[in-house]
């Protein structure tokens, strides 16, 4: 399984250093500066081709009302349904570390951590997830705004009945 940690970082640094706006106007300049191909904008995302050297080089953008949330990318080989978990998953954990430790020397520290699948960098410009999934690891771009939107706690439902 390939992990591609350079088109990780290289990723990372542009949307770390990109003056978003999180429009959907910003997918273009974005894609034209990764060296990425915008394949096809919808209603609520969008699909793209990168150049990530793995078996599936897309990213998918996600968002509403002319509004980006979130770009979610592929960085690993996506694992073939065939192979055992057991050759797949010591696979996704070294290149997860992998990913950790040249992300966290692009980034910094992390903002947080859920242990052992996701890690998170709060940006100024955008936060920074990378996880690790059952068959990939994706690097996901999000808005700082819709992260926020996302942290917040659900609302407690009060008992209708009191004693």
Same mark, same amino acid.
């Given at each position: 399984?390939?992990?591609?940690?350079?088109?990780?970082?290289?990723?990372?640094?542009?949307?770390?250093?990109?003056?978003?706006?999180?429009?959907?106007?910003?997918?273009?300049?974005?894609?034209?500066?990764?060296?990425?191909?915008?394949?096809?904008?919808?209603?609520?995302?969008?699909?793209?081709?990168?150049?990530?050297?793995?078996?599936?080089?897309?990213?998918? $953008?996600?968002?509403?009302?002319?509004? $980006?949330?979130?770009?979610?990318?592929?960085?690993?080989?996506?694992?073939?349904?065939?192979?055992? $978990?057991?050759?797949?998953?010591?696979?996704?954990?070294?290149?997860?570390?992998?990913?950790?430790?040249?992300?966290?020397?692009?980034?910094?520290?992390?903002?947080?951590?859920?242990?052992?699948?996701?890690?998170?960098?709060?940006?100024?410009?955008?936060?920074?997830?990378?996880?690790?999934?059952?068959?990939?690891?994706?690097?996901?771009?999000?808005?700082?705004?819709?992260?926020?939107?996302?942290?917040?706690?659900?609302?407690?439902?009060?008992?209708?009945?009191?004693?």
């Amino acid at each position: 399984m390939h992990v591609d940690i350079e088109g990780a970082t290289q990723i990372a640094r542009l949307a770390a250093e990109f003056d978003w706006t999180w429009a959907v106007d910003d997918l273009e300049p974005f894609c034209a500066q990764a060296g990425w191909e915008l394949v096809e904008l919808r209603h609520a995302g969008g699909s793209i081709r990168t150049n990530f050297h793995v078996s599936r080089p897309t990213a998918n $953008m996600f968002g509403r009302q002319h509004r $980006m949330d979130s770009i979610s990318i592929l960085v690993t080989d996506l694992a073939d349904d065939a192979t055992p $978990m057991t050759v797949v998953r010591p696979l996704l954990v070294e290149g997860f570390t992998n990913l950790d430790v040249a992300l966290t020397a692009l980034l910094g520290t992390a903002t947080s951590a859920e242990p052992e699948a996701t890690i998170r960098w709060d940006l100024p410009k955008a936060v920074i997830t990378l996880n690790r999934g059952v068959s990939a690891i994706h690097l996901h771009l999000k808005s700082p705004g819709y992260q926020a939107w996302a942290d917040k706690p659900e609302p407690e439902y009060e008992d209708e009945y009191e004693d």
